[in-house]
């Protein structure tokens, strides 16, 4: 069976239609590599693309991306929402079938050797890819953005992992890593209250005390005039959907509010499905590998 | 993207170990298809074998393993506890990835007429694949057995699809069709007495009333000591796992009998169980075939 990798760039470019289509050409060109989507957003002048592709194509698509993003973006001109330190702000690789963490672990470390040495530009791994504790969280890594980035290179503990303390001049330093697929799941309160959101998200999210791998803020949603608990799973194994959900039911009961529904943003792996229904269903010894018949299908 | 099909050929052979390796070979030597699973019963004298393939590569594995069956399986010598009809029993083609049920059933009336036309086998088309509404059910086309068929043949409303009204001498009649894939799952229950599982799974089967896609019986685990409904869900589209599942629990409940866990045997869908997680999240607009990454691998 194809090893599947998904990769998800982010270029510091959302306005200019030439540059975004010339993206889109280039994720379309690598044989092996699907786009899944993308997203140009304009106030944060940045563009997400979603790939999926086997072990080597994924590479390659990733590597002829930042080519591009280079050659055709100035960072020296770039502003927008979004914090972002290169031309290709960050370039995640998640396992998505038959290949491990450790795996992408490498593809990321060959990748990042690779936009250096063709490229000029530098490179720091983060996530699971991160050569110490400290390099990690990717908000920690980006600090400074790309105007600070010249200072924040001659610190001691900031030296690049591929590359020299000087950024590339038009298209600064880029980010790249392996990391768990990130589901966006939102639970929906039958309440205007966004303070009951806002209390809520605090109790599951992971930096106030909550589940580790889970992010969350309460917000309203104003054209239904209800509060949401927004939030980004990021190791639906560690941390499956439905213990949240239940956390998210149980505390809100304290207030006598109620969920209404929930939303699932984009794409997630079918396991962080099943996960759920094998909980519900109480099923003894589930195996996803060998009971799920899309998993014996040779690609 | 390869439609995928599955196909789950029964053999009347479950105890000469030459004529079993002798379906596992011939299962295994056509291109583009992968052998799941074989499980021979003795008791039975069947085996039942499960293949996934694309639309190609399964009509021509499904007529090769008939061939085999009726040049080393002699129903004339035949005995076993399961009811059957030919040396190849049946053939059910499963739609599973990205082909429909309409193309199934093609699939079953062309490899149905390719067995007759070179093997001189006749043929019941059953299920989804029937000619007319007494033959969809297997039950019923398959009463009377090999050694009833050949006077059940002569009666007005069983000719047989292909063929003439005369069984091969050894072979027999096989039965092809096209159906939804069937998930076999049981609910395990926290007390010993069997009759409160085999009420319960009159409640939920479609023959006594219940639900129309679901067939079950109660038994116990004798190794465990516990009670089980046992059930074929014979289409989880139109009758989702949970379901019968939440119908158990409050069934269940009238005794004061509470459900411990549940066994899904062999094989399912993603779909199966992705609309479980879709029901207890309470997902709004949930769209498997966009939102599952999987889904976006091409073949």
Chains 1, 2 share one sequence.
Request: with cysteine; hydrophobic share 40%.
């Amino acid at each position: 069976m194809a090893k599947i990798v998904e990769c998800i760039p982010n270029f510091s470019e959302g306005r200019n239609q030439e540059v975004i289509q010339g993206l889109v050409d280039t994720a379309k060109s690598v044989p092996g590599v699907t786009l899944l989507d993308y997203s140009p957003d304009e106030s944060h002048n940045r563009t997400v693309v979603t790939l999926v592709g086997d072990e080597e194509s994924i590479q390659e698509v990733a590597f002829q991306l930042v080519k591009y993003a280079r050659d055709h973006i100035d960072m020296t001109k770039h502003e927008g929402g979004h914090p972002r330190m290169g031309a290709t702000d960050v370039v995640p690789f998640v396992p998505i079938k038959d290949i491990s963490m450790e795996e992408c672990v490498e593809i990321s470390k060959k990748v990042g050797k690779r936009i250096y040495d063709e490229l000029d530009i530098p490179i720091f791994l983060y996530e699971e890819s991160a050569s110490a504790p400290h390099r990690k969280n990717l908000a920690k890594v980006r600090k400074g953005q790309f105007e600070g980035m010249p200072e924040k290179l001659k610190e001691e503990e900031w030296a690049p992992d591929f590359g020299e303390r000087k950024i590339h001049p038009t298209a600064g330093i880029t980010g790249v890593s392996a990391r768990m697929p990130l589901v966006a799941f939102n639970v929906n309160l039958d309440t205007d209250n966004v303070d009951i959101a806002k209390k809520i998200a605090k109790v599951v999210r992971g930096s106030s005390g909550g589940f580790k791998y889970c992010k969350g803020i309460g917000l309203m949603l104003e054209d239904r005039n209800i509060a949401q608990v927004s939030m980004n799973m990021v190791n639906f194994e560690k941390l499956p959907l439905y213990r949240t959900f239940e956390t998210i039911r149980f505390e809100a009961a304290r207030y006598g509010v109620n969920i209404i529904g929930s939303e699932i943003i984009g794409l997630l792996p079918a396991k962080a499905m099943t996960d759920v229904a094998e909980y519900y269903l109480q099923v003894e010894d589930f195996d996803f590998n060998k009971q799920v018949i899309e998993n014996h299908i040779i690609n």
